[in-house]
C-alpha cells in the first residue's frame, strides 16, 4: 500500500536564506511519482523530485533542482512527510525556498495531520536493506547506518558555545512519536556569525522568531522547548535529507558533528546498494 493525503493544504512564510515569502500547496497524488515539487512560478512549471540525484551543493541548507529550476531548505517538510508516512505528494511553490516557519517541523506536521492520510493500492516502493554498517567520515566527522532489528537515531554536536557545548541524543521512534520529540525542534544560529553568512547571501530571513540564536554565553531568546534542542534539531536534518531514498530503511542512524552534504553522502551511499 501507499500513502498520500486526503485533502490538499497551502502554507506560506518566508525562506531562511533567500528572505522570499512563498506559498505551499501540498496535494494529493497518486501517479506514483513519490514526493515531488513543482516550481508554479517558473515557466513550464517544472517538476523537481524529491531525490537523491539532484541534490546540489547548499551550505546550511539541503537544495534540489538543475539550472533554474532549485527548491532549497527541503529538509524540515520533507521530514514531516516521511515520518508521517506520506509516500506521494505534490508540493507546488511558488518560489526559490520552501518557508522556514517556526524553524522547525512542527507546522508541517500539524497541518499533514489535519489534512488526514489515505492508503491506496499501487506501486510498491522500494526499501533499501541495511545488513553490513555503511560509514562516511571525514577527520572525526562522520555518519553511518548500522544494522539493526528496529528503527533508532542517535546525534552527537560539540560547539565552542557555552549554551550548547557538547550534546548526544538517541532516539527510539517505537517510544517518542516525532511529533513530540523530534518535529519541535528549532533550527538554531551564532550570534557572531550573522553578518559573516549574511555577507555570503545566506540567512537573509533569519530572526529571533524562527531560529534559535546564541552568543557565548547565553540563549538570545529563550526559552528552550527541550534542554537539548539543538542536537535534536540536528536530527530532524538528517531524518529530511535521508528521506530523498524515498523510504528511509530500518537501520541505527548515527552522526557526529555532520552536515547536510554528509547526511546526503550516507543516502548516497544507501541508494547504490542492491
Known sequence: MTNTLKESFTIQGVGLHSGVETQVSILPTRLGKGRYFVRTDVPGQPIIPASLGIVQEAMLSTELGEGEATVRTVEHLLAALVMSGVD??????????????????????????SAGIESFNNHLIPEKQITEPIWHQEGDIFVAALPSPQMLFSYGVDYPYQPIGSQWYSWNPQIEEFKNAIAPARTFGFADQIEQLRGMGLIKGGSLENALVCDREKWLNPPLRFENEPVRHKLLDLIGDLSLLGKIPQAHYLAYKASHKLHTQLAQKIALLP
Open 88 to 113: 506521494e505528494a505534490r508540493i507546488e511553490i511558488d518560489g526559490p525556498e520552501v518557508p522556514l516557519l517556526d524553524g522547525s517541523a512542527k507546522i508541517w506536521m500539524e497541518a499533514i495531520a
